[in-house]
């Protein structure tokens, strides 16, 4: 999955490159070209320790290694977002930040579960890292592989022109 994202994340960003620091573009470009030779890898990878294990015990692995995989990682992504909650303290630091601590009322306006079904489903960045259904390979190759994933739902368009007040809104 990770190889997913870090291609989707900078066909995303390519299209608004002429608003991005020049350096930045070009370490993500970079990242995008060393990803880009070896996406395939990892799913020629799973196909052939699929063929090679059919042990019983290594089936049930085989069946919830993505579940699990999916769970962590998540996890880890949902305890790295509690961070943007400290924007206000860094606004005065960098225009970044700033535009970040001003969603904080709104975000905080949302319910734990509607702010969590935003982030999986129109957030832009951060739904095609919490969310598999973003990426194309990933479910084709578990259902290939007959694999378990948890039932995340479908992705939205997100508004990325959008005032800050329009996608908390919407």
Known sequence: MVEEVSVLIF??????RSKLDPMYFQVQKKHFEEE????NYAFLMLELIRKKNVAHGRRFHQKTDLLYSELFSTGW???????????????????????IAECLPLMRKLSLLELA??????A???????????????????????AWMLP??????????????DIWHS
């Open 77 to 99: 992504v949902v305890s790295e977002l509690e961070k943007v909650f400290n924007a206000s303290r860094l606004a005065k630091k960098h225009e970044f930040f700033a535009k």
């Open 152 to 165: 995340f739902p479908e992705p939205e368009p997100a508004m990325l022109n959008a005032s800050a007040e």
């Open 117 to 122: 079904k935003r982030l999986f489903v129109s």
């Open 124 to 146: 832009p960045y951060i739904s095609s890292v919490l969310n598999p259904r973003y990426h194309r390979l990933t479910p084709l190759t578990a259902q290939k592989h007959e």
């Open 11 to 16: 066909q995303q960003m390519h299209k608004h």
């Open 36 to 39: 880009s030779r070896h996406t």
